[in-house]
């Protein structure tokens, strides 16, 4: 298929939602699904004909060569090609060619419970715009899911996405859910792999959709092959994504958590040694790691605020206080703090070299010249770092 035909099957396909009565569609995305795809197709729509939901039950096929297509379309389901690989590239193919009001997704293997799912209509009902099912409190059957998977992969990169970015649910990669498709549509989706589930609830937590969820269950799949996903790989690809669209924890606290333990090790050991016990003393050696530290903690916030700061401009994330903060910071702004700092640390490099002439160039002393040539050399170095920040800030901001 052609990419103008796509796009005019997309086009058309958003015409007919619009105006279409259909209140639901109940999407599966399908690679060569043959062994389970007609009872899953039954399941849904024996669901929609015994609650009375206006659907349909949609096959967003990624390229199947086992037939799931005719198998689909025997049972009753619309069946849409999507050419483009990828997990992802399929589920948004089906969203985009789907005619109902709200979507739910689900897993084309026979794993989820397409009979049952009325919790999730109301909740999409009384006005939730993302609605994802939670499989560890309606119950996993033995076997359903991998030990990896169950007790380290899902309950890891759940808290990591509830600590990033705040999002009110316990089960982040649960692959039944239920969405509005305006809602999600608007968020410019784009990831074309198995991190497009990540991708969906991460965006809609930064848009301030409401986002509620609803039990459900999970049994062993109906195939005799092996699953797409591969543990390692699109572990890596889904926490790589929550790091990427996180400067903040990605970039800027680890950097501040620097910062402030270098200043802190460099202000007590300024003026000379530092005795922790009688036989631990800290001195030159340990100021030296401190400005180190502060070094590479600047360095990292530098990159967090020049990566939200293009995401901002690119319209990657939504502008948010930090954002506003940050285009409040001309170029002029940041070259002054950093002159302030270079002066400061060309003063004490001064200082500390006219102080070894005075000495006739001999031995450097530890306690005095070396201490200030050190942490004078930090703050040239740190000055050196703002100004590039801020040329390059501004490069981000030059338009076409």
Not at 135 to 162: C, D, E, Q, T, W
Not at 244 to 272: C, D, E, K, N, Q
Not at 348 to 366: D, K, R
Request: hydrophobic residues 45%; charged residues 20%; aromatic residues 8%.
């Amino acid at each position: 298929m052609s990419q103008s035909t796509l796009a005019r099957e997309t086009s058309r396909a958003d015409q007919t939602s619009a105006s279409s009565p259909l209140e639901l569609t109940i999407l599966m995305p399908c690679l060569n699904e043959a062994e389970t795809i007609e009872i899953c197709v039954r399941k849904a729509r024996g669901f929609l004909e015994r609650s009375g939901v206006k659907g349909e039950v949609l096959i967003a096929d990624n390229g199947s060569t086992d037939g799931s297509q005719a198998l689909a379309e025997k049972e009753g389901a619309r069946v849409v090609a999507v050419p483009e690989k990828g997990y992802g590239a399929a589920l948004m193919g089906g969203i985009k060619a789907a005619q109902g009001r709200f979507v739910i997704m689900g897993d084309a293997d026979d794993s989820y419970d397409f009979e049952n799912l009325e919790g999730m209509v109301q909740h999409l009902r009384d006005g939730a715009e993302l609605v994802m099912g939670n499989r560890f409190k309606g119950g996993i059957a033995p076997g359903a899911m991998p030990f990896l998977h169950k007790y380290l992969g899902n309950p890891v990169l759940s808290f990591i996405g509830r600590l990033f970015f705040k999002i009110p649910i316990g089960d982040f990669h649960c692959g039944l859910r239920g969405f509005s498709r305006a809602s999600i549509l608007d968020l410019g989706l784009q990831s074309p792999g198995m991190e497009f589930a990540s991708e969906m609830v991460v965006k809609a937590s930064l848009y301030d959709l409401r986002i509620e969820e609803t039990p459900t269950t999970l049994k062993p799949d109906g195939r005799s092959r092996p699953p797409h996903l591969k543990t390692w790989r699109d572990g890596w690809r889904h926490l790589r994504f929550l790091l990427l669209h996180s400067p903040r924890y990605l970039f800027i606290y680890p950097g501040l958590a620097l910062i402030v333990t270098g200043l802190v090790g460099g202000a007590l050991l300024a003026r000379g040694e530092l005795a922790i016990t009688p036989q631990i003393k800290l001195d030159i050696h340990s100021l030296v790691v401190a400005c180190f530290a502060v070094l590479m903690g600047v360095q990292l916030v530098v990159f967090g605020a020049l990566a939200r700061r293009y995401q901002a401009l690119e319209g990657v994330l939504p502008p948010g206080t930090f954002h506003k903060f940050l285009l409040g910071l001309s170029l002029e702004w940041i070259l002054r703090a950093a002159l302030v700092i270079f002066v400061g640390g060309v003063v004490g490099a001064t200082w500390a070299v006219a102080h070894w002439a005075g000495s006739g160039f001999g031995p450097i002393l530890y306690n005095d010249v070396m201490r200030v040539l050190v942490i004078s050399l930090t703050g040239v170095a740190v000055a050196i770092q703002l100004a590039a920040a801020g040329f390059l800030a501004s490069v981000f901001s030059l338009r076409r």
